[in-house]
């Protein structure tokens, strides 16, 4: 990078010519000669604002990556006795914009909440945004995560703090170097939120969503030999898990899978036969652990690809970086030992992840909630229409506090039912929280369809524009449904929650 100078406004005046352009942004000064040819609005346009300061030009126009992404190359001075007003975000940094953050970030109390982690969320922040360039790439091509950032992942331990808290923790390098013992529901719920601000949903779901749900059977069913082989493979992205129990027949309705598992004569192995489909990161995962029906009943089986295991993507709203797929098995010969649980108790080893699985998408939804909100009081800060930032106009205003007030309300649930899940056994959580969960997971996913369509009329056209200023909203307007569908619709999640209510509902109550 050329040694930076100091040059006066008159200075920079004088350079506004093809061949010897220079704008300024923020009281610095980039020569932009040899960049014009290369601008997505072309030459022309740029050589039009060449000698002037172009900072609310580029700022209604570009996302501040940009600037971080060309500065490097283009910067070549100062302004003479001026001080740069915008703060450049930092990886890690916790944003002071209005309710960008939860609320102990943004200086409130909280009885959840600690040192420890703010500085996991920095952590993890910080990891990000060294793969959100490839990560909004994989978003785009629709390609899968690589095996080396998946790798990577592993090895920073961002996998294993997406599982929760468990014995399989102690010992693993985790981010901010906090020990397994140590790691809580909060800390896990900071996991999902940070990935579901990447902004980049479908390859967020590539890298945690499969494994996410499909690592527990084996982590609480699995066998010592298969959890001492198969654990250490899939949290340090060695290998990738998912879960197939959905089928084109059959969705929420478990009872009625139709994929078999029959015993073969010798009784060592099951021949597995049928379909699953929208299974997320199907497309490349090495293992499954899979709903069948035995002679015995639902059954979960632990699966390892081979060729009689057929994968094909499925084209859903969201990037195939996720690996949405329909899975043919085709006379899968698979070991007895292979049984997560017992054969045909399948459906409680179904059931005994659901919480933790509607827990986690609500923490997921909730950050890419707030991602969205974040941005939008930057856009209606720096946009101007009709001579006025948006900002400046009521009906914006109206739109943000909407937004934020129904968002605040899901995550003081959130937190709550949080720190049930930290202070309850299962067997307390299994009564007291599915209703709860339940409804959180319907009232969360049915705030970010509200916070989706007023993002969209803030961002007007850029926020159905898939790349630039709008580009995280137009994201989250195709895909928040999945939050929505996944892990139970929101019809059956309401309706869950009501009769699991009724379930302790006093026989003698009356009005």
């Given at each position: ?8 406004r ?27 040819d ?5 030459a ?10 172009v900072t ?7 996302r501040?990556?940009v ?14 006795g001026e ?41 993890l ?16 091509a629709g ?21 929760g ?19 809580d ?6 996991a ?24 527990p ?11 001492a ?15 197939a129990i ?27 036969n049928?379909?699953?489909?929208w ?12 709903a ?7 059954t ?20 195939a ?8 098995f ?5 070991p ?6 017992k ?24 950050g ?9 009081f ?15 106009q009521?009906?914006?205003r ?36 599915a ?11 049915r ?5 989706s369509?007023d ?18 909203i137009?994201?989250?307007q ?34």
């Amino acid at each position: 990078m050329p040694e930076l100078k100091s040059f006066t406004r008159e200075e920079v005046a004088k350079h506004n010519i093809e061949g010897d352009c220079w704008i300024i942004i923020d009281s610095e000064v980039y020569n932009v000669s040899t960049f014009a040819d290369m601008h997505p609005g072309g030459a022309k346009l740029l050589i039009e604002f060449g000698g002037q300061d172009v900072t609310d030009d580029f700022y209604g126009l570009h996302r501040q990556e940009v600037l971080i992404k060309y500065a490097p190359k283009l910067r070549i001075g100062t302004i003479s006795g001026e001080k740069t007003k915008v703060k450049i975000a930092q990886p890690g940094d916790i944003s002071a914009v209005p309710y960008a953050e939860p609320s102990y970030w943004m200086g409130f109390k909280s009885p959840y909440f600690n040192d420890s982690h703010t500085e996991f969320r920095k952590a993890l922040r910080n990891i990000y945004s060294g793969i959100r360039a490839e990560a909004l790439q994989c978003e785009e091509a629709g390609k899968n995560p690589s095996s080396e950032i998946y790798q990577f992942l592993g090895s920073e331990g961002v996998l294993a703090t997406q599982i929760g808290p468990g014995p399989w923790l102690k010992g693993l390098k985790l981010p901010s170097g906090i020990k397994g013992e140590d790691f809580d529901y909060f800390h896990e719920l900071i996991a999902h939120q940070e990935t579901g601000r990447l902004g980049a949903p479908g390859f967020a779901d590539g890298i945690s969503s499969g494994y996410s749900i499909g690592l527990p059977p084996v982590l609480n069913f699995g066998t010592a030999a298969m959890k001492a082989k198969v654990v250490p493979e899939v949290l340090s992205g060695k290998k990738r898990i998912c879960l197939a129990i959905t089928e084109p027949y059959t969705g929420s309705d478990v009872a009625s899978i139709r994929t078999t598992a029959v015993r073969t004569a010798d009784g060592k192995h099951f021949i597995v036969n049928g379909v699953k489909k929208w299974i997320t990161n199907g497309t490349f995962s090495d293992y499954f652990s899979v709903a069948v029906r035995t002679e015995k009943g639902i059954t979960m089986l632990f699966i390892e690809r081979d060729d009689n295991i057929e994968t094909k993507p499925i084209k859903t709203s969201y990037s195939a970086a996720a690996g949405t797929s329909y899975i043919t098995f085709e006379n899968v010969k698979v070991p007895v030992e292979n049984i997560l649980g017992k054969e045909g108790q399948g459906f409680q080893v179904i059931m005994y992840n659901f919480n933790h699985e509607r827990w986690y998408i609500c923490g997921s939804i909730t950050g890419g909630t707030r991602d969205v909100i974040e941005d939008c009081f930057k856009w209606a800060n720096q946009r101007k229409v009709f001579g006025k930032r948006l900002i400046d106009q009521p009906v914006i205003r109206n739109k943000l506090a909407s937004m934020v007030s129904q968002l605040e309300a899901v995550e003081n649930w959130l937190e709550n039912i949080t720190f049930q899940m930290c202070n309850m056994s299962y067997a307390e959580q299994s009564v007291k929280l599915a209703g709860p969960i339940a409804l959180l997971k319907y009232q969360c996913t049915r705030v970010a369809h509200n916070v989706s369509d007023d993002a969209c009329q803030i961002f007007g056209g850029r926020g159905i524009t898939r790349t630039g200023m709008g580009r995280s909203i137009e994201a989250f307007q195709r895909t928040y449904k999945f939050a929505a569908i996944l892990g139970g619709s929101e019809e059956i999640m309401a309706d869950l929650g009501v009769r699991q209510a009724m379930k302790q509902f006093p026989k003698g109550a009356r009005l």
